[in-house]
């Protein structure tokens, strides 16, 4: 199967992250069409990536082959209606979006069925995100071989169960949000004390790096690798910061878990 054009229901966020991925690694889709209503949107994805087609409409994206579904659930229960009309059988519907199922993404498009599911990750944007993926059972081996290539760019895209993506959401989507801004501040903290831009960063990054990976590759239990290091200086503040964990982000899931 040749991917010969694909198109983006939104242009928000996650839309500029995957074109820059592709662009990033020279595999940029020759025909790419996007639809959003907002015309600051529209002027920006042209001025940042000349050769896509930005449209108001939806109903040209809809037409494509491949059809990412890039709007937040409200915004999507109201949209998919008015392009069904315009999916092609060959089609390949996308969704971006949690908490809405396969199920009922196909009831809003009277029962289309040919629909995949992921859960981005901002990290895609230089090609090392984590983006599971489930497949509905009418998207045959050569057409996953086709959609894994284009995924490819992006990073890392696992098949895992529809009824994870809502976990996955939680944990990779959002995920670099929870450290982003600790990060920061560390970097921020080492130029205090005395170190260059460049020096407190890379000392950041790779000690975070180190750190992910120990807790991946150490073979150890979280007990073993919290002793690894003997002076904790935010220990008296670690309970609050689990608690902050536990109750915002379990709440999130099951406001985001799909019902039933």
Same mark, same amino acid.
């Given at each position: 199967?040749? /991917?010969?054009?694909?198109? @983006?229901?939104? *242009?928000?966020? /996650?839309?500029?992250?995957?074109?820059?991925?592709?662009?990033?690694?020279?595999? =940029?889709?020759?025909?790419?069409?996007? !639809?959003?209503?907002?015309?600051?949107?529209?002027?920006?994805?042209?001025?940042?990536?000349?050769?896509?087609?930005?449209?108001?409409?939806?109903?040209?994206?809809?037409?494509?082959?491949?059809? @990412?579904?890039?709007?937040?659930?409200?915004?999507?229960?109201?949209?998919?209606?008015? /392009?069904?009309?315009?999916?092609? %059988? $060959?089609?390949?519907? +996308?969704?971006?979006?949690?908490?809405?199922?396969?199920?009922?993404?196909?009831?809003?498009?009277? *029962?289309?069925?040919?629909?995949?599911?992921?859960?981005?990750?901002? !990290? !895609?944007?230089?090609?090392?995100?984590?983006?599971?993926?489930?497949?509905?059972?009418? +998207?045959?081996?050569?057409?996953?071989?086709?959609? $894994?290539?284009?995924?490819?760019?992006?990073?890392?895209?696992?098949?895992? &169960?529809?009824?994870? =993506?809502?976990?996955?959401?939680?944990? !990779?989507?959002?995920?670099?949000?929870?450290?982003?801004?600790?990060?920061?501040?560390?970097?921020?903290?080492?130029?205090?004390?005395?170190?260059? %831009? $460049?020096?407190?960063?890379?000392?950041?990054?790779?000690?975070? *790096? *180190?750190?992910?990976?120990?807790?991946?590759?150490?073979?150890?239990?979280?007990?073993? /690798?919290?002793?690894?290091?003997?002076?904790?200086?935010? &220990?008296?503040?670690?309970?609050?910061?689990?608690?902050?964990?536990?109750?915002?982000?379990?709440?999130?899931?099951?406001?985001?878990?799909?019902?039933?």
């Amino acid at each position: 199967m040749k /991917i010969n054009s694909i198109g @983006f229901l939104g *242009g928000g966020r /996650i839309v500029r992250i995957m074109l820059a991925a592709w662009q990033r690694g020279g595999r =940029l889709p020759e025909k790419v069409i996007i !639809s959003d209503n907002d015309p600051a949107v529209r002027e920006r994805l042209k001025k940042e990536f000349p050769s896509i087609e930005v449209v108001s409409e939806n109903s040209a994206p809809a037409g494509c082959q491949i059809i @990412f579904m890039a709007l937040h659930p409200p915004a999507a229960k109201a949209v998919l209606p008015e /392009i069904k009309s315009a999916l092609t %059988k $060959e089609a390949v519907l +996308i969704s971006l979006a949690p908490v809405l199922t396969a199920s009922r993404l196909s009831g809003l498009l009277d *029962g289309f069925g040919r629909i995949v599911r992921m859960i981005p990750n901002a !990290s !895609s944007l230089i090609g090392q995100g984590y983006n599971p993926v489930w497949y509905g059972p009418s +998207i045959g081996d050569e057409e996953r071989a086709a959609l $894994e290539k284009l995924f490819a760019p992006l990073g890392q895209t696992p098949e895992v &169960a529809e009824e994870s =993506l809502e976990a996955y959401a939680i944990l !990779s989507a959002m995920g670099p949000t929870y450290f982003w801004f600790q990060m920061f501040q560390l970097m921020e903290l080492g130029q205090s004390f005395g170190l260059s %831009k $460049e020096a407190a960063a890379e000392a950041v990054c790779r000690m975070l *790096g *180190g750190a992910a990976a120990t807790v991946a590759e150490g073979n150890l239990s979280p007990d073993q /690798i919290m002793d690894l290091i003997p002076v904790k200086p935010l &220990a008296e503040d670690e309970p609050a910061i689990r608690k902050i964990y536990q109750e915002r982000l379990a709440a999130l899931y099951q406001k985001i878990k799909p019902a039933g």
